[in-house]
């Protein structure tokens, strides 16, 4: 059964930089033709794409997130990462890791989530 | 503002049918495969409906989608207690390039 991790910091301090991982169980990120991807949730808020990645490296991200966004694939861990930089307040959310299956926005995996707060 | 228009909140009765409804535009919902989620109180979201239509394993055929040009709709038939929850529907946007979600409905079971 297919599973994925959230991890990293919950608390990153205004203006520095968000780092999270997804640790891929029970299939493998390099050997399937899935793109993995990153979605976030305001408390309280809906759902907000934040952008996607193949394990050959292509990759989208959101147009108001691209500046600040690196996402990328570690094949020999069976992970893959967000980078978020410049945090601020605005940037508080649940972050889920996904797998995506067929077209662009089935999300048919996802994390537990984890909430990462941004403080001053 | 969300680029998907969803009413914020529905409701309805136990054993009910009840639609929800999600707006878009040619470079999204009328372009592209629609997808549906539901989000249970503290809980990730699930795949609920995905390439306009279609149930993953599990789903009760209690739930269903359809799409007209740049509009859908998720129907639940037989209302029950547990299908109070947030749903969401998302679409990839050609023009943004990239995937865009409605603001979620909330489903009350009354």
């Known amino acids: 059964q297919l599973q994925l991790q959230e991890s990293g910091p919950g608390l990153v301090k205004s203006s520095e930089t968000l780092s999270l991982t997804c640790t891929v169980s029970?299939?493998?990120?390099?050997?399937?033709?899935?793109?993995w991807g990153w979605i976030r949730q305001p408390p309280g808020k809906g759902l907000e794409w934040i952008g996607s990645?193949?394990?050959?490296?292509?990759?989208y991200s959101h147009p108001s997130l691209k500046s600040r966004v690196t996402i990328s694939v570690d094949t020999s861990k069976n992970q893959f990462s967000l980078k978020l930089n410049s945090v601020t307040a605005a940037d508080t959310a649940m972050y889920y890791c996904?797998?995506?299956?067929?077209?662009?926005?089935?999300?048919?995996?996802w994390g537990q989530g984890t909430l990462v707060t941004v403080s001053s | 503002q969300s680029v998907l228009t969803q009413p914020p909140s529905a409701s309805g009765t136990p054993g009910q049918r009840i639609t929800m409804s999600c707006s878009g535009s040619?470079?999204?919902?009328?372009?592209?495969?629609l997808n549906w989620y539901q989000q249970l109180p503290g809980t990730a979201p699930k795949l609920l409906i995905y390439?306009?239509?279609q149930r993953p394993s599990g789903v009760p055929d209690r739930f269903s989608a359809s799409k007209s040009g740049t509009s859908a709709s998720l129907a639940i038939s037989g209302l029950q207690s547990e299908d109070e929850a947030d749903y969401y529907c998302?679409?990839?946007?050609?023009?943004?390039?990239?995937?865009?979600f409605g603001g979620g409905t909330k489903l009350t079971v009354l």
């Open positions: 996904t797998r995506i299956y067929g077209s662009g926005s089935s999300f048919d995996y």
């Open positions: 040619s470079s999204n919902i009328g372009g592209n495969p």
């Open positions: 029970g299939a493998s990120i390099s050997t399937t033709s899935y793109y």
């Open positions: 390439g306009n239509g």
């Open positions: 990645i193949h394990h050959s490296g292509d990759r």
């Open positions: 998302a679409a990839w946007d050609d023009g943004l390039n990239g995937v865009v």
